[in-house]
């Protein structure tokens, strides 16, 4: 699996998450096997809503040989299972604009045990998450999305041009 080891986030981090992401996009990431690295590009790849949800994420063999990995994520509701189930297309738009090659993403419950301690807590930062504007892109950035889905179908091409805007956006911000 090839995983781009760039770090995707540039300055000071504003959260946990964050500061988490970038220490494993730099020395830390190094030698780290391929479930880890595509857990990595898992929280890199998407908000604070996915990650602040996202009580683990692993690799399993695919169901036919040759394939990519079916990546599992678990999550502590099922709500939010079913939501981002219904949105696959978009989250491995994200993970493989990262590298990570997959055949397929899973989504799952697994409840967290310190899940009601940090409830205030997440309700907060996503509140604060959500009023918080998100900055343009370049044009540079505008055009790596343009190459990157242009060989795409129309209606594909629209919505995966959306998901890695947005992707970048919220990385920028």
Request: hydrophobic residues 40%; glycine residues 8%; proline residues 5%.
């Amino acid at each position: 699996m090839a995983v781009d080891r760039r770090s995707d986030r540039g300055g000071p981090a504003s959260s946990v998450g964050d500061a988490l992401v970038s220490l494993m996009a730099g020395p830390l990431g190094r030698g780290l096997s391929d479930a880890a690295r595509a857990a990595r590009a898992w929280y890199a790849a998407n908000g604070d809503r996915e990650r602040m949800h996202t009580t683990g994420v692993w690799l399993r063999k695919p169901g036919c040989e040759g394939a990519d990995p079916v990546m599992v994520v678990a999550l502590d509701s099922n709500l939010l299972a079913m939501e981002l189930a219904t949105r696959k297309e978009l989250y491995l738009a994200r993970l493989s604009f990262r590298g990570i090659a997959v055949s397929d993403i899973r989504f799952t419950v697994r409840r967290d045990q310190r899940e009601h301690a940090r409830k205030p807590d997440k309700a907060l930062r996503a509140d604060a998450a959500a009023r918080r504007p998100l900055p343009d892109l370049s044009p540079s950035e505008m055009e790596r999305v343009a190459r990157a889905t242009s060989g795409l179908p129309d209606g594909l091409r629209q919505s995966v041009s959306r998901a890695m805007c947005a992707s970048l956006r919220r990385a920028k911000g």
